[in-house]
């Protein structure tokens, strides 16, 4: 009888093991990173490492051979708006196998006992029916395809951007600002397309101090999301005076050079940032065109002294995404028939070829970089 017990006991013991297996999403081996280029190991949204995150990790392969990866299918929700028309293939790593597979022919287990990976639903990934449904048996949840999982992703995404960022604001914001003033020299965020980037210069051109991997995430949230204005949260408004697509305008952001508010017209709002002892400030504008005005005479428009020596950065907005771009970055059309709230206008976009396709469809005459635009061609926009 009591070999019995025993071995019911074992039995037991062993079932309640297997059930208690902990689950984790790093990469076992060396990880499948198809990006390009030393900023191949981190998410091309939100920065973090792609080994670390690996068993939920997305790609895609876009029309034009670019290929991005990301830390999760949130983040794949999160950048869907600026490739949806471009991709190719979407791909996702079986969490079993850890290779990359097409995410359609995929299973998901969603909404296990595993914590999600930027969202508080985990979405994790099979190639095997059977092996999602061990998953499932052993951590809960239930089975769908890519379609619905990425619904559900791209659903939940504005409640999922909230969370994070309160955890950045309470966290690590506080602590890349820390980080940074103590361990970095002054970084030229504007040089940056992606946070990614950011971070692989940050390490590979010994921009700070050696550091560990948390340390380098919390530098480069604080730089991108804050100095960079391209997180949404309270946090970033009260650091930096505004949000990702540029400061939530209040009544008071009034044009230096036209005297507009330029809440009436975010559309077409434009950020001068600047350092105001010792604090990041900024002035708004109605448009590029009153912008340019006021960078090449800040005398002109008032009393602010050699502002030029303090810009940290200048934002625009892209037309057609209302998304924020690094002014010197941008692609900038003349001549159309769109007007702005001032008229003729520098009419901004990221992308090259988006400006090809307005210069197109709005009789444009031509494209100009940031470094292209003059003084003459800004005011003889007013003619």
């Not at 297996?21 to 499948?32: L, R, Y």
């Not at 540029?246 to 952001?253: R, V």
């Not at 708004?284 to 303090?310: Q, S, T």
């Amino acid at each position: 009888m009591k070999k019995w017990i025993v071995i019911v006991s074992l039995i037991i013991g062993f079932s309640l093991s297997a059930q208690a297996t902990p689950f984790s999403k790093t990469a076992t081996g060396q990880p499948e990173l198809i990006q390009q280029g030393a900023q191949k190991m981190w998410c091309s949204v939100c920065g973090m490492n792609l080994k670390m995150f690996y068993k939920t990790s997305h790609a895609v392969v876009l029309k034009d051979g670019t290929k991005k990866q990301y830390c999760s299918i949130r983040c794949l929700a999160a950048d869907w708006p600026n490739i949806s028309d471009k991709v190719e293939k979407i791909l996702v790593v079986d969490a079993k196998r850890e290779k990359l597979i097409d995410a359609k022919r995929a299973h998901y287990v969603v909404g296990s006992k595993i914590k999600g990976t930027m969202s508080m639903t985990s979405k994790i990934a099979f190639a095997s029916k059977e092996d999602a449904e061990d998953f499932r048996k052993q951590y809960g949840g239930k089975i769908v395809d890519f379609e619905t999982a990425f619904d559900m992703a791209k659903a939940s995404l504005v409640k999922d951007s909230m969370m994070v960022a309160k955890k950045k604001e309470s966290r690590m914001y506080p602590m890349g600002e820390k980080i940074y003033k103590k361990m970095c020299q002054p970084i030229d965020i504007s040089k940056f397309a992606q946070i990614n980037e950011l971070k692989a210069a940050i390490r590979n051109e010994k921009l700070c101090k050696p550091m560990k991997e948390k340390q380098l995430q919390a530098v480069a949230l604080y730089l991108w999301d804050v100095q960079g204005g391209h997180a949404k949260s309270s946090a970033v408004s009260s650091m930096h005076g505004g949000e990702g697509e540029g400061p939530d305008l209040s009544k008071q952001d009034k044009c230096p050079v036209c005297g507009m508010f330029v809440y009436k017209h975010p559309k077409w709002a434009a950020f001068i940032y600047y350092e105001d002892h010792g604090k990041l400030a900024h002035l708004a504008f109605d448009g590029v065109k009153d912008l340019m005005k006021f960078y090449f005479e800040p005398e002109k428009w008032g009393d602010y002294g050699n502002i030029r020596a303090h810009i940290k950065k200048i934002v625009v907005r892209d037309y057609y995404t209302l998304k924020p771009v690094w002014a010197k970055t941008a692609y900038y059309v003349v001549g159309s028939d769109v007007y702005g709230p001032m008229g003729n206008e520098l009419i901004p976009f990221k992308t090259k070829e988006a400006a090809e396709n307005f210069l197109r469809d709005h009789h444009g005459q031509k494209i100009l970089r940031f470094d292209q635009i003059t003084k003459e061609l800004v005011y003889k926009l007013d003619e």
